[in-house]
């Protein structure tokens, strides 16, 4: 015992001095936190550009009801407004203080009621209808309970509280959409909430192929996989673990691990891929009814196809996705689905997207970034400057 907690500290101590190792100029703790810093004001500004883009196609997929697959009527409380974590770069960039509790507000949902409701980037709503909503769960609670519409909600903005009435419509399908700070082609579904990874939606060329990685996610939902998937592992592990102890009775211990891991291993996967071909077929459905155009959509996995080609069959027995030519075939099969029962719809495929930070001849992107990022410092002094006018002109 002695020995390996002697082993266990060396091992400890070896990893904490490798990773304190450095190499070049030296950079003080000041240093990287003034360019953590620097980097997450980049980020909420580039929220500015990529949210509303999410927004507007998140309230049109759960505005559009699929026939035969949820609600004949809407039901879910829906405030369509975009909110998130009041998190501490967000307090320094929005210039809230510590003692103000509540969800951030990152703007409206175009299309919904609320899209021309009196909220901004960085105001925080900190009760909704008489409930304090100091977190996530407190203000979609609060949204779900809302006895009328609109409802008053008491938001912190510039230091001072101010009412503003926000409408709560009635959706189809439950589910809130936000932006994952990754570079991945990811998009992910847990329970309600939708996470959008900044990778694809710079991966993605229109509307249309972004909805139905979208559509692909609420799909993900409105099925209910995240609950499902908690019972299946919980299963599997009872039923592989008490083979495991079997093996490990008649051989020696852990070898009945090491043998019962990977197969567990390989049926996970195998209920995560037929859990993803549910979501592939319902997300068109629910993209294509949301008005979308899929045909044009569904394109998107033939550049993941062609991209990041899947090779290996222990590679694709370990993988929770269908291979990306896989899922490209199935989809043009739905697209062929659709297109035999409703051959009166009209397919239009949604315009490219421009760049969505405007920059100038010779500037290379990051520049226009910290140009913006500049004007934006330069407009909050002019303000401040003009209420301290104010204020000395009222005395």
Same mark, same amino acid.
């Given at each position: 015992?002695?020995?390996?907690?002697?082993?266990?500290?060396?091992?400890? *101590?070896?990893?904490?001095?490798?990773?304190?190792?450095?190499?070049?100029?030296?950079?003080?703790?000041?240093?990287?936190?003034?360019? $953590?810093?620097?980097?997450?004001?980049?980020?909420?500004? &580039?929220?500015?550009?990529?949210?509303?883009?999410? +927004?507007?196609?998140?309230?049109?997929?759960?505005?559009?009801?699929?026939?035969?697959?949820?609600?004949?009527?809407?039901?879910?409380?829906?405030?369509?407004?975009?909110?998130?974590?009041?998190?501490?770069?967000?307090?320094?960039?929005? #210039?809230?203080?510590?003692?103000?509790?509540?969800?951030?507000?990152?703007?409206?949902?175009?299309? =919904?009621?609320? $899209?021309?409701?009196?909220?901004? &980037?960085?105001?925080?709503?900190?009760?909704?209808?008489?409930?304090?909503?100091?977190?996530?769960?407190?203000?979609?609670?609060?949204?779900? #309970?809302?006895?009328?519409?609109?409802?008053?909600?008491?938001?912190?903005?510039?230091?001072?509280?101010?009412?503003?009435?926000?409408?709560?419509?009635?959706?189809?399908?439950?589910?809130?959409?936000?932006?994952?700070?990754?570079?991945?082609?990811?998009?992910?579904?847990?329970?309600?909430? *939708?996470?959008?990874?900044?990778?694809?939606?710079?991966?993605?060329?229109?509307?249309?192929?972004?909805?139905?990685?979208?559509?692909?996610?609420?799909?993900?939902?409105?099925?209910?996989?995240?609950?499902?998937?908690?019972?299946?592992?919980?299963?599997?592990?009872?039923?592989?673990?008490?083979?495991?102890?079997?093996?490990?009775?008649?051989?020696?211990?852990?070898?009945?691990?090491?043998?019962?891991?990977?197969?567990? =291993?390989?049926?996970?996967?195998?209920?995560?891929?037929?859990?993803?071909?549910?979501?592939?077929?319902?997300?068109?459905?629910?993209?294509?009814?949301?008005? +979308?155009?899929?045909?044009?959509?569904?394109?998107?996995?033939?550049?993941? &196809?062609?991209?990041?080609? =899947?090779?290996?069959?222990?590679?694709?027995?370990?993988?929770?996705?269908?291979? =990306?030519?896989?899922?490209?075939?199935?989809?043009?099969?739905?697209?062929? $689905?659709? #297109?035999?029962?409703?051959?009166?719809?009209?397919?239009?495929?949604?315009?490219?997207?421009? *760049?969505?930070?405007?920059?100038?001849?010779?500037?290379?992107?990051?520049?226009?970034?910290?140009?913006?990022?500049?004007?934006?410092?330069?407009?909050? $002094?002019?303000?401040?400057?003009?209420?301290?006018?104010?204020?000395?002109?009222?005395?």
């Amino acid at each position: 015992m002695k020995r390996n907690l002697y082993c266990l500290s060396l091992l400890v *101590i070896a990893v904490f001095v490798v990773s304190c190792a450095s190499t070049g100029p030296k950079v003080s703790r000041e240093e990287k936190k003034r360019k $953590e810093e620097e980097f997450n004001a980049k980020f909420l500004l &580039a929220t500015q550009n990529w949210l509303p883009r999410i +927004y507007r196609i998140g309230y049109q997929l759960v505005s559009a009801s699929v026939p035969g697959h949820g609600n004949p009527q809407p039901k879910f409380g829906f405030a369509g407004i975009g909110v998130d974590e009041l998190k501490d770069y967000a307090r320094v960039f929005y #210039k809230v203080d510590k003692s103000v509790k509540g969800v951030l507000v990152l703007g409206t949902y175009p299309g =919904s009621k609320a $899209e021309f409701v009196d909220l901004r &980037a960085g105001d925080v709503i900190v009760k909704l209808d008489g409930r304090k909503t100091k977190s996530l769960g407190g203000y979609f609670k609060a949204v779900r #309970k809302a006895r009328q519409s609109p409802v008053t909600a008491e938001v912190w903005r510039d230091g001072g509280i101010i009412p503003v009435e926000i409408p709560i419509e009635k959706v189809y399908y439950n589910a809130q959409f936000f932006l994952a700070p990754t570079p991945d082609v990811d998009a992910h579904a847990a329970f309600s909430k *939708i996470a959008v990874g900044i990778g694809a939606i710079r991966y993605c060329r229109n509307d249309d192929e972004l909805a139905v990685i979208m559509g692909h996610e609420l799909a993900h939902t409105t099925l209910k996989h995240s609950l499902k998937k908690i019972g299946v592992t919980t299963a599997t592990g009872i039923v592989y673990g008490v083979l495991a102890g079997a093996l490990d009775v008649v051989t020696f211990s852990g070898v009945g691990s090491a043998l019962i891991w990977p197969v567990q =291993s390989a049926t996970d996967a195998a209920i995560s891929r037929r859990y993803e071909r549910e979501a592939d077929y319902y997300g068109m459905l629910h993209t294509f009814f949301a008005g +979308y155009d899929v045909e044009s959509g569904s394109k998107i996995f033939g550049k993941l &196809a062609t991209d990041a080609p =899947s090779h290996g069959l222990m590679a694709y027995t370990f993988s929770t996705h269908p291979k =990306s030519s896989e899922r490209f075939l199935r989809l043009e099969k739905i697209v062929e $689905e659709l #297109k035999l029962k409703y051959p009166e719809r009209n397919w239009q495929k949604s315009p490219d997207w421009e *760049i969505t930070i405007p920059v100038t001849p010779g500037e290379t992107l990051d520049e226009a970034v910290n140009r913006l990022l500049e004007e934006k410092r330069l407009e909050e $002094e002019a303000k401040a400057e003009r209420e301290k006018d104010a204020t000395q002109q009222a005395a």
